[in-house]
Nanobody, 123 residues
Framework: VQLQASGGGLVQPGGSLRLSCAAS????????MAWFRQAPGKEREFVAG????????YYADSVKGRFTISRDNARNTVYLQMNSLKPEDTAVYYC?????????????????WGQGTEVTVSS
């Protein structure tokens, strides 16, 4: 199983980035996919999740209205569109996969993790 995250970088406050996470070696459409992030010295936190059929999404309050999660099951890829970025969004962003039917914010529930992609929001 492999989750390969990409798309991070340095962006100014108010800017946008789109993260991608390509999955392989498991039945992607059966899994809830999520993005988490971890800032230096802080615990990993849930950012957004999406159900296998894309019908249900769920966001952390801190990103609601600014970030959008989506997925393309034909391409085995999940995306995170991040707009109106703030310095407090600076973190390493991880994608994760969970075989459950419902979206959870609990780190330990996720079965597979990508390697992370770094996002820095700074002027």
């Amino acid at each position: 199983v492999q989750l390969q995250a990409s798309g991070g970088g340095l962006v100014q406050p108010g800017g946008s980035l789109r993260l991608s996470c390509a999955a392989s070696a498991f039945t992607f459409s059966y899994y809830v996919m999520a993005w988490f992030r971890q800032a230096p010295g802080k615990e990993r936190e849930f950012v957004a999740g999406i159900s296998g059929n894309s019908i249900t999404t769920y966001y952390a309050d801190s990103v609601k209205g600014r970030f959008t999660i989506s997925r393309d099951n034909a391409r085995n890829t999940v995306y995170l569109q991040m707009n109106s970025l703030k310095p407090e969004d600076t973190a390493v962003y991880y994608c994760a996969a969970d075989a459950s039917l419902t979206i959870t914010t609990t780190v330990s529930r996720y079965d597979y993790w990508g390697q992370g992609t770094e996002v820095t929001v700074s002027s």
